[in-house]
């Protein structure tokens, strides 16, 4: 392939994510996130406010929800969702300014959007009341601007204070998402989790390693006293730690950013055909090398603000 297909392939590529983490069409009804933001806006309205990198973590979310449902509904009746550290459903890029959709919303739309799938029950665990509260708003708007109804909770609790054994019980399989900020999550929580007929995608901050590694918070995260000086040793042990728990086929992608690097974890069980879903997250990960400059002017281009493609691949010499 030419460097300028190359160039044209992933601008097409990213395009096309993004304009759906913004905006999705369903039939005659368009759900903005700016306009569900405008909708519900009031003073008690709090957003996360992420630089350009959150977009790569939300596409790996985007890419695994529709995956994930595609697949698992043809062997399951009776499927939950959990996300353990929901913001507010929205996420303000703050190079633009702009909102597009966070891990819970996406949690709704992708597979709605993709296959008219909904999970039989949604969990969204905010443990900041003002996130909390317009997540709720949001969600409130969107199901009433698609005249579509399913259950939901949201807990305003730790993540580590929640029996999930109480909610999990109650299905067949889940979808669970730990995207932390840090390392909240303790690995005796997480471990809790992993028992049960679940896949996993987590969130590994690994450059906060340095910072934290020598925590009591860190050891709880590693769920071991002892720990590694290199992070790679962390890595691996992390992730041995999750295949102990029965998910044998875990994927590890590393993402990196001009400011930031964490690593996206996919943990499955192995099933006879070898969790053939993980193949589409093998297939992201050339995408997710982009550079911050590059993927802030796809970005922009999608808001109209930013070059076209030719711009694109004339600026990148492609």
């Known amino acids: 392939m030419s460097g300028k297909s190359k160039g044209k392939d992933t601008y097409k590529w990213w395009k096309e994510k993004i304009e759906l983490l913004s905006s999705i069409k369903f039939d005659n009804t368009t759900i903005s996130a ?9 003073q008690s309205s709090e957003l996360y406010e992420k630089g350009v990198w959150t977009i790569k973590k939300l596409v790996a979310i985007q890419c695994y929800a529709d995956v994930y449902t595609r697949i698992i509904r043809k062997h399951f009746k009776t499927i939950f969702y959990f996300d353990l550290f929901s ?3 929205l996420v303000r890029l703050k ?27 949604y969990y969204f665990v905010e443990i900041n009341k003002r996130y909390a509260s317009t997540l709720n708003e949001a969600i409130e708007e969107l199901k009433h601007r698609l005249n579509i109804d399913f259950e939901y909770e949201i807990i305003p609790k730790d993540m580590n204070e929640i029996n999930y054994s109480d909610y999990m019980k109650e299905c067949q399989h889940s979808l669970v998402v730990i995207d932390p900020e840090g390392f909240e999550p303790r690995w005796q929580t997480v471990s809790k989790i992993l028992e049960h007929e679940c896949d996993a995608m987590f969130t590994f901050m690994t450059s906060g390693v340095p910072r934290a590694k020598n925590t009591n918070a860190f050891k709880a995260f590693l769920g071991d006293e002892s720990i590694p000086e290199n992070i790679d040793e962390i890595m691996e042990r992390y992730t041995e730690k999750i295949k102990s728990m029965g998910k044998e086929m875990t994927e590890n992608i590393e993402v990196s950013s001009t400011h930031i690097r964490y690593n996206v ?14 193949k589409a997250i093998n297939d992201i990960k ?12 796809i970005v922009k281009n999608v808001f109209n603000m930013g070059p076209s493609l030719d711009q694109y691949l004339n600026n990148n010499n492609c």
Request: proline share 3%; glycine share 6%; charged share 25%.
């Open 34 to 42: 700016d306009e569900i933001y405008n909708s519900i806006l009031t």
């Open 87 to 89: 913001g507010s459903g």
């Open 95 to 121: 190079d633009i300014k702009r909102c597009v959709f966070g891990s819970a919303l996406l949690s709704i739309l992708i597979p709605y959007y993709y296959s008219r799938f909904l999970f039989n029950k």
């Open 265 to 278: 974890i996919f943990a499955v069980k192995r099933t006879g055909r070898n969790s053939p879903w993980l």
């Open 286 to 297: 050339k995408y997710l090398k982009i550079d911050d400059e590059d993927l802030l002017n």
